[in-house]
C-alpha cells in the first residue's frame, strides 16, 4: 500500500483558525516539526484565498520534515500541492469520484464515524484508511457521533487498511486507546489547545513509546 509508513502514530489536525495567523501557522509548523509522520489541514470557515495562503507554509515545512499532509474535504486544493492527500466526510466529494479524478497515487482517507458497514465500503472503493469516533466527547466538531467499544475492536480486527481513531482524545486518556492498537490516533484540541503544542505533541509520542516498550517486557 502507497505511503503506508506514513500511515501511523499521532495524526495531529489543525483547529480553527483565530485571529492570529502568524501564532496559528508557527503552533503548526512547530508540530510538524516533532518528529510524526502525518498531518491534516482541516479549515472550513475561511475563504479560499486565505485557504490556499496557509496552506502553502504549511506544506512548506511537510516537505522538509517528510510529513504527509492530507487536506480535509476541500480537494481542489489538491492541484497546488503534489503528493498531498485528502481526507473525506459527510457530504464530501464520493471517493469513487476523487480516485476518478485524482488517480490511485494519492492517499485518501475517510471518515466512517461509528459505521463499520461504511468502512468496508470505503474499503473496497480505494479508501487507503478510515477514521471512527468520537472515541470520547469533543468541543470540535458539534453534534459529533460516538464510536462504540465494539466497533473498534471489530475495525482493527476485520478491516485490511489503516484505522484512525478520534474525538476526544489527548495525554491524559491515550492509553485508553491504544489498547485498541489503531494505526493512528487523530488528535485537535489535545494538541493545539496547550500552552505547547510541540512540547504536548512530544510528550504524546513520549507516553505511546514508553506503552509499547512495556508490552514487549510483559
Do not use: W
Not at 67 to 89: M, P, R, S, T
Not at 119 to 137: K, L, M
Amino acid at each position: 500500500m502507497k505511503h503506508i509508513n506514513k500511515l501511523k502514530g499521532i495524526y495531529p489536525i489543525t483547529p480553527q483558525l483565530n485571529n492570529n495567523e502568524i501564532t496559528y501557522l508557527d503552533n503548526i509548523n512547530k508540530v510538524i516539526s516533532s518528529g510524526i509522520k502525518i498531518i491534516q489541514f482541516r479549515e472550513k470557515s475561511i475563504s479560499q484565498t486565505k485557504k490556499k495562503k496557509l496552506v502553502n507554509e504549511i506544506y512548506k515545512t511537510c516537505i522538509a520534515n517528510n510529513v504527509q499532509l492530507i487536506i480535509n474535504d476541500d480537494h481542489e486544493l489538491l492541484k497546488y500541492y503534489e503528493g498531498a492527500g485528502l481526507h473525506l466526510g459527510d457530504g464530501d466529494l464520493n471517493i469513487i469520484e476523487a480516485r476518478k479524478k485524482y488517480g490511485e497515487n494519492i492517499i485518501i482517507g475517510v471518515s466512517c464515524y461509528n459505521s463499520l458497514e461504511n468502512a468496508f465500503i470505503s474499503q473496497e472503493s480505494g479508501a487507503d484508511y478510515v477514521s471512527f469516533g468520537a472515541v470520547f466527547p469533543t468541543k470540535s466538531k458539534n453534534n459529533a457521533k460516538k464510536c462504540s467499544l465494539q466497533i473498534m475492536k471489530n475495525a482493527k480486527v476485520k478491516l485490511k487498511i489503516p484505522i484512525c481513531l478520534i474525538g476526544g482524545i489527548m495525554r491524559n486518556n491515550i492509553l485508553d486507546v491504544i489498547k485498541y492498537e489503531p494505526d493512528m490516533i487523530g488528535i485537535i484540541s489535545g494538541i493545539f489547545n496547550t500552552n505547547d503544542a510541540k512540547l504536548e505533541t512530544l510528550k504524546i509520542i513520549k507516553k505511546i513509546e514508553e506503552y509499547e516498550e512495556f508490552k514487549e517486557i510483559i
